[in-house]
């Protein structure tokens, strides 16, 4: 498998990570903020999808079509990150695959070092390559899924990628409050 399949494998796997994080919740936990600063479940899907449609449709422009009102000009800040009542999960999630076609359709189309401009990054950064701003986005997309498993966790519970994620260590809910536990003792300890 050559170095673009690769990138783009590991890519589509963080993107249906991300949206199994919805799964068997209602509306009001995919939107609800969890942190003070608006954090939540479908905002991050709505992010992420956004981010991909700019970086490989504007960058290396390839325009999909597709308005995206919440990233004008003119937009509130961090429209991107939060749902409205009048938009609906299905069209935040139609949006995710929309875009994550778009973007692999760019990406298999052109070669890793094809050259792009992305026109929000400072002058001297702003030129780049297929490969740097395939890596640029993977990365993102794998931060905001370590929000997502967060946020989830808080929301029910759920942790990694469901039960029976080997990269998880496997405890009964009383051993981990067991866990919790003894790393808050050690927190409290530490400071005295």
């Known amino acids: 498998m050559d170095e673009k ?5 590991y890519l589509r796997s963080r993107r249906g990570e ?3 994080k919805l799964d068997g919740l209602d509306e009001y936990d995919v939107r609800r903020p969890m942190t003070p600063t608006g954090t939540n479940l479908l905002g991050l899907v709505k992010h992420v999808a956004s981010v991909e449609l700019e970086y490989f449709g504007e960058v290396f422009g390839r325009p999909s079509g597709k308005d995206l009102p919440w990233l004008a ?3 509130e800040a961090d429209a991107d990150l ?3 009542p009048e938009e609906t ?3 935040i999630i139609e949006l995710h695959h929309f875009c994550a076609e ?3 359709a760019t990406i298999e189309a052109l070669p890793l070092d094809a050259p792009g401009e992305v026109p929000w990054w400072s002058e001297e950064r702003r030129r780049v390559t297929l490969h740097q701003i395939l890596v640029h986005v993977c990365v993102e997309t794998a931060q905001h899924l370590g929000h997502a498993d967060i946020l989830r966790e808080l929301i029910d519970g759920s942790a990694g990628k469901g039960p029976g994620d080997l990269n998880l260590s496997q405890r009964s809910t009383e051993e981990w409050a067991a866990h919790r536990a003894r790393i808050e003792a050690a927190a409290r300890l530490a400071v005295g």
């Not at 399949?5 to 494998?9: D, E, Q, T």
């Open 89 to 91: 999960r299905e069209e």
């Open 73 to 75: 000009d003119d937009a």
């Open 18 to 20: 991300l949206l199994a």
């Open 82 to 84: 939060w749902v409205p």
């Open 5 to 9: 399949a690769i990138l783009l494998k």
């Open 102 to 104: 778009h973007s692999d």
